[in-house]
């Protein structure tokens, strides 16, 4: 009788101890994006617009010092503060400019900007009005296709450029529909923005997505399930998972501010 009292309270202990874990762990992916607000708060970073002689507005994120300007663009559904967790490290040597692209966070939302010619041109003005001395710029994923094109045109105010992970063979198509960002991103997004929109778009994805149809097939079903309950209870909030990481779903915390359209571009290499 003894033994098996000391084994019951062994097994509550272990289940004790796996529910704080757990529940430290959940609490942690929830609130993932406090790192984030410290980081952005300890350098001062602060959050500005600029609105051009077009009318177009560009958002924008700024650590102001005296060092050299660094222009930042982040990638697909990205915003500026996609950045926070380096800037940081970066504002020891710079003078940060992470923007808002087109159709991300509080930059323009209007079709006609999504192009890379137009934007690219628009942040050359930017760099050469509200920068105005020579700028390094650097850009992830589709924002170092941006960044390729402001430091092609952008003339004497690029003091260099640095690209992160850009996908160039997109811009002509060749392997386009076996790349994976074709068959996790853009193609859900088109089938999404053609589909009579019956679940969020969190939920769509992650029933459609390319990894978990490979890595998750049997799991992703349930978990899509459980994106597009949150969604309803949370109509106006990111969808958040806390029993996944969040790594996994934090871009969805970017997706209230982002543009569908904008995806369609690449999807037919406009």
């Not at 509550?12 to 708060?41: D, P, Q």
């Not at 003339?155 to 076996?178: Q, R």
Request: negative net charge.
């Amino acid at each position: 009788m003894r033994v098996i009292k000391i084994i019951l309270i062994i097994i509550l202990i272990i289940a004790a101890v796996g529910t704080i874990v757990f529940s430290i762990y959940w609490y942690r992916n929830i609130h993932w994006y406090n790192k984030y607000e410290k980081a952005l708060h300890e350098v001062h970073a602060t959050e500005k617009q600029i609105t051009l002689p077009t009318g177009s507005i560009i958002n924008y994120g700024e650590v102001e010092n005296d060092k050299p300007p660094l222009l930042l663009i982040h990638g697909q559904m990205g915003i500026w503060e996609d950045y926070a967790l380096v800037m940081p490290e970066l504002g020891k040597k710079w003078h940060i400019y992470a923007v808002d692209v087109y159709g991300h966070g509080e930059s323009s939302h209007d079709e006609s900007l999504y192009y890379l010619g137009v934007n690219g041109d628009d942040l050359i003005w930017f760099i050469n009005n509200v920068i105005g001395k020579p700028t390094v710029v650097a850009g992830y994923s589709n924002g170092a296709i941006t960044a390729a094109y402001v430091a092609a045109y952008g003339g004497g105010n690029i003091a260099g450029v640095v690209l992160e992970d850009p996908p160039v063979f997109s811009t002509e198509g060749e392997g386009w529909e076996d790349s994976f960002a074709y068959k996790d991103t853009y193609k859900p997004l088109h089938d999404y923005n053609k589909s009579d929109k019956t679940e969020c778009w969190e939920a769509y994805y992650l029933r459609h997505c390319y990894w978990g149809q490979l890595y998750m097939k049997n799991a992703m079903p349930g978990i899509a399930d459980y994106a597009q309950k949150y969604h309803d209870k949370h109509p106006d909030a990111a969808v958040k998972i806390g029993y996944l990481p969040s790594s996994i779903w934090y871009v969805f915390e970017y997706a209230i501010e982002y543009d569908f359209a904008y995806g369609e571009r690449f999807y037919d290499l406009s």
